[in-house]
């Protein structure tokens, strides 16, 4: 019986009214509510609250899309962990390839962040992934590791079950494009060797690892099929209720 976990990262999309009316379809379209896969969204910070209330007796979950690395105090714009947590969100997706590239977040801020998420009790899910110049170089481990090598880092292996891996590769997010599900095993497998390397086997099979980039219903089945794949960050098709919920029964259908 596999564990999969499906997470949906609405990006900036949906405010609270679109928020109601997609959380509330979701909910509508699982409602016999007896799906063993774990299911989260990630919508924008100022529509956490509605999504969180109208999950509240679902099992889905929610979850913040960034915060920051201090509590509270000077800094403008931001969310933290104490906030997020006072609104049931379990799960926070860091290190994203947007923030990297359009936030300037680097590796150092991604693992401070990092560490902040799983010491403040909560999931987090980080992301790596190479961008196209370096999947045609060849290079696309060595990004890889040395993002993921940044995170682990600041962590240790007790927090393996509080740390999920994303990996999405640039150039399949948001185009259309996904890695093939050889590729995205490959990879896959090459993170969980990597964190078996440090902390062991056991540890290493805690940590779930989760494809992104164009994940659809069209192509859920390949990918979560693969033996290193736990489960996928959904962008564009997490928005609409009833594609999210067929990956969620896809998941589901391939788990027993
Ligand atoms: P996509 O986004 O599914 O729209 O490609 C995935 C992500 O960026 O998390």
Same mark, same amino acid.
């Given at each position: ?21 997609? #959380? ?5 379209? *699982? ?55 006072? *609104? ?56 890889? *590791? ?25 150039? #399949? ?65 997490? *928005? ?17």
């Amino acid at each position: 019986m596999r564990n999969f976990l499906i997470a949906g990262n609405w990006k900036m999309n949906a405010g609270p009214s679109e928020a109601r009316e997609i #959380a509330s379809n979701l909910v509508d379209a *699982l409602n016999n509510g007896s799906f063993s896969a774990e299911a989260l969204i990630c919508p924008p910070a100022i529509s956490i609250q509605t999504v969180s209330e109208i999950f509240a007796d679902s099992p889905f979950k929610v979850g913040a899309q960034n915060v920051h690395t201090e509590d509270n105090g000077a800094f403008t714009g931001e969310i933290s962990t104490s906030m997020v947590k006072d *609104l049931d969100v379990t799960h926070v997706i860091v290190g994203h390839s947007e923030r990297r590239e359009y936030f300037h977040e680097t590796d150092k801020l991604v693992a401070k962040k990092t560490k902040k998420i799983i010491d403040d009790g909560l999931t987090a899910i980080v992301c790596v992934g190479e961008k196209l110049d370096k999947r045609k170089s060849g290079d696309h481990e060595k990004v890889v *590791l040395n993002q993921l090598d940044h995170a682990l880092n600041a962590i240790t292996r007790d927090n393996a079950a509080n740390l999920v891996v994303a990996y999405e590769p640039v150039w #399949a997010i948001g185009t259309g494009e996904t890695a093939t599900p050889e590729q995205a095993q490959e990879m896959h497998r090459f993170i969980r060797f990597q964190i078996s390397e440090r902390w062991g086997k056991d540890r290493a099979e805690e940590v779930k690892i989760l494809y992104g980039g164009s994940m659809k219903p069209k192509n859920a089945e390949e990918l979560l099929s693969q033996p290193d794949v736990d489960g996928g960050l959904i962008g564009g098709a997490s *928005l609409k209720a009833d594609s999210f919920s067929e990956i969620i029964s896809i998941a589901e259908k391939i788990s027993k």
